[in-house]
């Protein structure tokens, strides 16, 4: 399988220069999405992986390999997704956490209203607690169902990290794509009906 990078959706110019979480004096730069700004999915992460290398050249982190991996074997394409993160900034050192996510989720509350997609699919604890405002939320407990959250469709899976450490969540990780997938397709089919 060939992986690539997906194209970076521009932070909003009013962001661009956002300093309410305190993430800009010790983050990386702002990643605002990736992917299809459209698309019926819109992933959510903790945070942006790593995008450039020691030499700032570009290349896909070991977490977008796997969910690469998963979108291309569940049947989806890169155009049926859009990953977008709580944090718009990888932090690079402690932070205040429970601070930090409330006033980020601001953020991604913006960009629900603008891509108004079909399906959530919250990757890992951090985002499904985050996303649900629960912190006892877990994925194992809530993974292979349907919720509805903040008015949207939403499911969960492991975060791609945890399924490359422990190669035994892969199935289970491809299972929810899968589950992700079909619901995708039937709502598309009962569209055209």
């Known amino acids: ?17 956002c300093q309410d979480c305190g993430l800009f004096q010790q ?16 992933i959510l992460l903790d945070n942006p992986g790593e995008r450039e290398d020691r030499e700032e050249r570009p290349y896909v982190c070991t977490t977008r390999q ?11 394409s890169a155009d049926d997704f859009y ?13 205040d956490k429970e601070r930090t996510r ?25 985002a499904v ?21 903040r008015g949207f469709q939403t499911t969960v899976a492991y975060h791609p990290f945890a399924v490359r450490r422990r190669p035994n969540l892969w199935s289970k990780f491809l299972e929810d794509f899968q ?4 619901s995708v ?3 598309s089919k009962d569209h055209y009906n």
């Open 1 to 17: 399988m060939n992986f690539c990078l997906w194209p970076e959706d521009p932070t909003p110019e009013s962001q661009q220069n």
């Open 27 to 42: 983050g990386s730069r702002m990643i605002w999405g990736e992917g299809n700004p459209k698309a019926p999915i819109l």
């Open 66 to 76: 796997t969910l690469q991996r998963a979108v291309h074997e569940s049947g989806l």
């Open 83 to 95: 990953v977008t993160y709580v944090l718009k900034r990888k932090p690079k050192r402690a932070y």
């Open 102 to 126: 409330e006033i980020c989720l601001q953020h991604l509350q913006q960009q629900l209203v603008i891509t108004n997609p079909k399906l959530v699919f919250c990757l890992g604890n951090v």
């Open 129 to 149: 607690q985050s996303f649900f405002q629960d912190e006892a939320a877990d994925v194992k407990t809530l993974r292979g169902k349907f919720y509805n959250v």
């Open 179 to 182: 589950l992700v997938a079909k």
């Open 185 to 187: 397709r039937s709502a």
